[in-house]
């Protein structure tokens, strides 16, 4: 009996093993050909991607499709913490019969394929155009929309894991407002999902090609698309530098996530 | 610290088809204890809530040192309160969390708040998180949190349930000691009989809404005002008798009624375990069916005609009354009740 046990273990554990193995290949594979094609020969691709001044000399529509990129990440995030926070505190303690509704609106950009996304919001952008020009930056209203399904989740996930009523009742008893109840109270208990919203929200307009492309508007992954064009190993450069901070922020939002349950 | 009248007034509170409160009234005097009691849905927490401003009455008033508050949102009640679930605010430290009401009041509260932890008896651990906290602890802290605000009214929702039994019965004593101490009006709210008659000046008991029975514990428990109450509050036996006057007739024995009888001469009075005297007999009509130790006391289950009867004895006289021991009934001539 414990010797058949033990084969099947052994069994399981090389399986588990094989199937690491190809998955590592799979992705891998292709990062490690980015790294070889970058610095191959004599190039110097990184240390210019390392020299802000000399690559904005070099490359002026990378650079400005960095800095976009940047300040749209920066926008969005601020947005929709702004939007999204109060409202699914505000749902939780007042309005808990809305929060199917909520979650189904919030869910909602998930299902619809951003080029969809883009026929419906190309009439909005006509307004948003005359009202506020044609900046890149304002694509953060269109990228709040996209990035509701991930940071929802994020955030409602944290309000699950408190009492929110019984701690915004034990403060209203207190004599907090509800602005208090919210600012001093429920937000400090949420820090960590209100951080990995914020990281999601970054790593998915770090990466986002669609929208931007199709509304005539200029971000990283734009810059890259033109850049492949004229030199193959800058935007090839490039994109690996997006995928690896897109890690590390992934990196340090389930450092975060672990922090918050080592500490229950 | 004085304490203030409270008063609730025919309030009323429906959620969707249930009346949770059925036209409510209740008066507690300054500086008083009192305990509301009653089964799961009876109201009792919806009573309170109300009083904290955390639900709305349908319609009722509710008074507070004479000025009506009834509209009032619960933020500028001035009143403390302790939840049955763990309310201290995760991401604060025990003294913080004393701090929290009296911040918000502007008052920088350092010596409050540490005069408040000495008092619940938790100062050693003032800088420590709620979860490296016990339940006990925790609750201790929320009510040095309820109190340091100095509010007019103290309200206890069940606080102590969620404990282990022995915590329980400490924390209660202790909530009793410092209530008396600080002299606030309090409502206590519980499903535990035993900690209402413990804990209150008076003990309001609670039915489908409404108020049954409001009085010091021991008129409730020895006189019980309807059958609901004595069959709420404590063990009861139903046992058959007939009514005589003023006086029922049970197991051959003429008792006195809490209550005149409304209904026909043969009715079903509600006994009380410990009113029954059990007397090894071997004549005796009854017999014992089974015991059980309780420590100072146990319980002795007895057969005796058709009916099963409860009855209490001392931890010593179990001994003499093994499975099968014939024995004879005496009642003590304490007013029962009859049922419904």
């Known amino acids: 009996m414990a010797g058949l046990r033990a084969r099947r273990a052994r069994r399981q554990s090389t399986f588990r093993w094989t199937v690491l193995a190809v998955m590592g290949v799979f992705f891998l594979l292709p990062l490690a050909a980015m790294v070889e094609f970058t610095t191959r020969g004599d190039s110097n691709t990184w240390s210019l991607l390392a020299d802000w001044p000399q690559l904005s000399a070099t490359y002026p529509d990378l650079a400005e499709g960095i800095v976009a990129s940047l300040g749209q990440a920066l926008f969005t995030a601020l947005l929709m913490l702004v939007l999204l926070v109060p409202t699914a505190i505000w749902v939780r ?152 901070l897109a890690f590390v922020l992934l990196l340090l939002l389930s450092l975060f996530g672990d922090r918050r349950k080592a500490s229950r | 610290m004085n304490g ?86 995760p991401h604060l430290t025990a003294l913080e969390n004393v701090q929290f009401g009296l911040k918000l009041r502007r008052r920088s509260g350092g010596d409050r708040a540490a005069a408040m932890l000495d008092l619940v008896g938790i100062s050693a651990h003032a800088g420590r998180y709620p979860h490296q906290l016990s339940g006990g602890q925790q609750q201790r802290v929320a009510l040095a949190r309820a109190l340091a605000i100095e509010p007019q009214v103290l ?14 019965v400490q924390l209660r004593d202790e909530i009793r000691r410092i209530q008396t101490e600080v002299g606030t009006t309090t409502l206590f709210v519980t499903h535990d009989q035993e900690e209402a008659l413990a804990i209150a000046d008076r003990v309001g008991v609670m039915r489908s809404g409404r108020l049954e029975q409001l009085a010091a514990p021991a008129e409730v428990y020895l006189r019980p005002a309807s059958a609901f109450v004595a069959d709420f509050v404590g063990l009861s036996n139903r046992l058959p008798g007939v009514v005589e006057g003023d006086t029922v007739t049970v197991l051959g024995t003429r008792l006195p009624l809490v209550q ?81």
């Open chain 1, 93 to 244: 303690l007042r309005l808990p019969g809305l929060r199917p509704l909520v979650e189904f609106i919030c869910l909602l950009p998930l299902t619809i394929p951003a080029i969809v996304l883009v026929v419906g919001l190309a009439p909005v952008y006509a307004w948003v155009n005359y009202f506020l020009g044609g900046s890149s930056l304002t694509l953060t209203f269109a990228y709040t929309i996209l990035v509701l399904p991930y940071a929802y989740r994020a955030i409602d996930a944290g309000l699950s894991a408190i009492d929110v009523k019984t701690l915004a009742e034990a403060a209203r008893g207190l004599g907090a407002s509800w602005f208090t109840v919210m600012a001093r109270v429920v937000l400090p208990n949420i820090r960590s999902a209100v951080l990995s919203a914020a990281f999601l929200t970054v790593a998915l307009v770090l990466g986002e090609f669609t929208i931007a492309s199709l509304l005539n508007r200029t971000n990283l992954q734009v810059a890259i698309n033109l850049l492949g064009k004229s030199s193959a190993t800058m935007s090839v450069a490039v994109s690996l530098a997006a995928l690896i």
């Open chain 2, 4 to 89: 203030v009248a409270v008063h609730l007034n025919d309030l009323r509170r429906t959620f969707g088809a249930v009346h949770a409160l059925d036209g409510l009234d209740l008066h507690i005097e300054p500086g008083e204890l009192i305990a509301l009691l009653g089964p799961s849905g009876c109201g009792k927490t919806t009573a309170l809530r109300i009083l904290a401003g955390l639900e709305d009455a349908d319609s009722g008033r509710v008074l507070v040192g004479g000025k009506d508050i009834t509209g009032l949102p619960a933020n500028r009640r001035d009143m403390g309160m302790v939840f049955q679930a763990y309310s201290l605010f």
């Open chain 2, 260 to 340: 005149k009888a409304t209904g026909g001469p043969e009715v079903t009075a509600l006994v009380r375990p410990e009113s029954i005297g059990v007397v090894p007999d071997p004549g005796g009509a009854a017999r014992v069916l089974s015991t059980a130790f309780l420590g100072p006391t146990s319980r002795v289950t007895l057969e005796v005609a058709d009916s099963v009867v409860i009855a209490q004895v001392s931890g010593e006289s179990l001994a003499e009354l093994t499975v099968g021991t014939p024995v004879r009934i005496d009642l003590r001539p304490v007013p029962v009740a009859l049922q419904d």
């Open chain 2, 155 to 168: 309200l206890l929702d069940e606080p102590l349930s969620a404990l282990d039994a022995k915590v329980r």
